[in-house]
């Protein structure tokens, strides 16, 4: 059975929230598969999360984890953020947003076996060819060679949000380097 969630940490917690919340309930109940996380964030307390948090800035800075916002005027490497307090998905809503993924991926794998096979998007004039060939990313010399296995995309990660209608939406897909593989 899971232990009474102390009403201080849940009262902090809800006078912060002004919008659409992964946490509480429309009925302003914690969602069922959030009560464990909520009891040991308890155990713990907020004075002990707030130094794991300190430590986490700190080993982050001291590793140099960082990124770089692409296009943008200032090229000056962000802090990577961590959060203490994992992000939780209802199995049920991740079977949903799992499937949308394996399909994008799928459609990202079979979009470079074209461009690096019998192009047909290009030639059917899907996608424009100075869109490929003007990509610093596009590698002709790997054109028409068949990598050992059936895929071509080797690494795929995807940047997801919700929104303010309470659905997930596909932000970014990351396929060359992406940032979601440490």
């Known amino acids: 059975m899971i232990p009474n969630i102390t009403e201080s940490l849940l009262n902090s917690y809800k006078s912060s929230i002004s919008s659409y919340d992964e946490v509480i309930d429309h009925n302003g109940q914690v969602k069922p598969y959030w009560k464990n996380i909520f009891a040991t964030l308890e155990g713990i307390g907020l004075e002990k999360i707030e130094l794991r948090n300190q430590e986490i800035i700190h080993k982050l800075k001291e590793n140099g984890v960082t990124y770089n916002v692409y296009n943008s005027n200032d090229a000056t ?64 010399p790997c054109f028409d060679i068949n990598p050992n296995g059936n895929n071509r995309l080797m690494l795929y990660a995807a940047d997801i949000a919700r929104g303010s209608d309470g659905k997930m939406w596909l932000l970014d897909n990351r396929t060359q380097s992406p940032s979601t593989l440490t």
């Open 77 to 140: 490497p962000r802090p990577w953020k961590l959060d203490p307090i994992p992000f939780l998905i209802h199995e049920e809503e991740w079977k949903t947003i799992e499937k949308g993924l394996q399909q994008r991926a799928h459609l990202l794998d079979l979009i470079i076996k074209d461009i690096y096979g019998p192009q047909l998007l290009l030639k059917n004039s899907i996608i424009p060819a100075e869109l490929i060939y003007d990509n610093s990313g596009f590698f002709r």
